[in-house]
């Protein structure tokens, strides 16, 4: 009974080992927000430095079809990016300021997979100073629908 135990532990960790990497890129489609919330709905307000990363995670049920985050730090002459991770941990991509089509100083993007419902679990993303002079404050939310 152990040794089949051995084998099956063995074998589980063999198919996590060889299970091909994801690109979860082509599976989403990101494009600019247009919902709008009352300030006083804030996940996180913080600060960031050149070069630092943080990281956020939200953790989403089984039936949201549609993921917003919004990484607003108003200041166009600072460098902000946002990489976003599914909760199998698939990269979905790195966002910068321009990617929801304005260079405002805000990330602000609608994250869908057609009409099926997003990967519940635990979603990560990790804000990061790409180019920073002293200190930026910012704003991140996210929010499901
Ligand atoms: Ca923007």
């Given at each position: 009974?152990?040794?089949i135990k051995k084998i099956l532990f063995l074998f589980v960790v063999l198919a996590l080992i060889s299970a091909?990497?994801?690109?979860?890129k082509e599976?989403?489609?990101i494009c600019s927000s247009t919902e709008e919330h009352q300030p006083v709905i804030i996940k996180a307000y913080s600060t960031i430095?050149?070069?630092?990363?943080?990281?956020y995670t939200t953790?989403?049920?089984t039936t949201v079809k549609k993921l917003e985050v919004?990484?607003?730090w108003g200041d166009t002459s600072d460098y902000l990016s946002l990489a976003i991770y599914t909760p199998s941990g698939a990269y979905v991509g790195k966002f910068y300021d321009n990617a929801d089509g304005s260079v405002d100083g805000r990330i602000h993007l609608d994250i869908t997979q057609g009409q099926n419902y997003l990967?519940?679990?635990k979603w990560t993303f990790k804000v990061r100073g790409?180019?920073?002079?002293?200190?930026?404050?910012?704003?991140?939310?996210?929010f499901t629908y």
């Open positions: 009974m152990v040794r091909p990497a994801v690109s979860a599976e989403y489609t430095t050149q070069g630092q990363t943080k990281t953790t989403i049920g919004d990484l607003n990967q519940s679990g790409e180019s920073v002079v002293g200190t930026e404050d910012y704003y991140f939310n996210t």
